[in-house]
């Protein structure tokens, strides 16, 4: 790998929800969901990404209690395996439990913004923590879908959450950005945010990008006969974005399809390591 382009993370999708749009819901049982998580890991995942709420748009929220019974126990089995684990949840509580059960990094979709007690907990925990860019909770978050100029906006937003993140006493050198595809975003804005990542390596953090099987995809792909509507026919759209990610400098993406992805990644980095501008 040539200088400057560092090895890109794979992140494995683990959503243990039952209304997961991708997971089609069968991974409720902890048991089902440990061996989804260490099928992704032999499947060349570098991270697990372990979430017990849906923030597809329109989602309604669980409470903390029932986050915590669907992911804990899957945390605590895949550290005790050697995995990497991330936890995507909004909650300090959930959080704090998660990091105690062995997850290694916090993945706040809201980037500190949905509970006042998430900052100065990532401060404390030492952790590593994914800050997304976010207006609004998943039932209303489309509402918030307007900005003078997308990338601008996202760029100014996220720096406050940075600002936002070091006043609690949070680790610069812990702080991974993410610019919230999907997330109170049309799909045109999604597009224009992918077009501009090197505006976004610009704000000087580690970048992870989430694109995989999200709406804004199907837009662009000839699907012939099948139905552009499955999540899981955005697969090969998913690849392409985590190869282009991976090309542009990404920390990390994140994806469900692990093994293609990863592969995806890897193509992306051996270019560029032969002397790919
Ligand atoms: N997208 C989803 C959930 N968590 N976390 C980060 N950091 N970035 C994302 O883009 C992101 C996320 C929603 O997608 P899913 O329902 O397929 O998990």
């Known amino acids: 790998m040539s200088p400057g382009l560092s090895r890109c993370k794979v992140l494995g999708i683990l959503n243990v929800t039952p209304d997961s749009f991708s997971d089609g819901g069968w991974c409720v049982a902890s048991d089902a969901a440990i061996a989804k998580g260490l099928g992704l890991a032999r499947q060349g995942a570098d991270v697990i990404d372990v979430g017990g709420e ?34 995507d949840t909004m909650r300090a509580d959930v959080a704090a439990s998660a990091l105690e059960a062995g997850a290694d990094i916090v993945n706040d979709v809201s980037g500190g913004l949905a509970d006042p007690s998430m900052l100065p907990l990532l401060a404390d925990s030492g952790t ?7 207006r609004a909770h998943a039932a209303v978050m489309q509402r918030h879908a307007v900005y003078d ?16 993140a070091l006043a609690a006493g949070v680790l610069a050198e812990n702080i991974v950005l993410d610019p919230g595809l999907g997330f109170a975003k049309t799909a045109e804005q999604s597009w224009s945010l992918l077009a501009a990542l090197p505006d976004l390596r610009r704000l ?7 694109a995989s099987r999200k709406r804004f995809l199907a837009e662009c792909v000839d699907y012939g006969a099948r139905n552009p509507a499955s999540p899981i026919d955005r697969d090969e759209a998913s690849n392409a974005v985590a190869a282009l990610a991976a090309a542009a400098g990404a920390w990390g993406v994140r994806v469900h399809a692990v093994a293609p992805a990863a592969a995806a990644v890897r193509v992306a980095e051996r270019l560029h390591a032969d002397g790919g501008r």
């Open 149 to 164: 100029d997308v990338v601008a906006d996202v760029c100014d937003e996220l720096a406050r959450r940075v600002d936002a």
């Open 54 to 87: 849906s923030t597809r748009p329109g989602a309604v929220r669980v409470d903390a209690e029932e986050e915590m019974r669907r992911v804990i126990p899957v945390i605590g089995a895949l550290s005790e395996a050697g995995i990497t684990v991330s936890v």
């Open 128 to 134: 590593t923590c994914v800050l997304m860019h976010w």
């Open 204 to 210: 000087g953090f580690p970048l992870l990008i989430g």
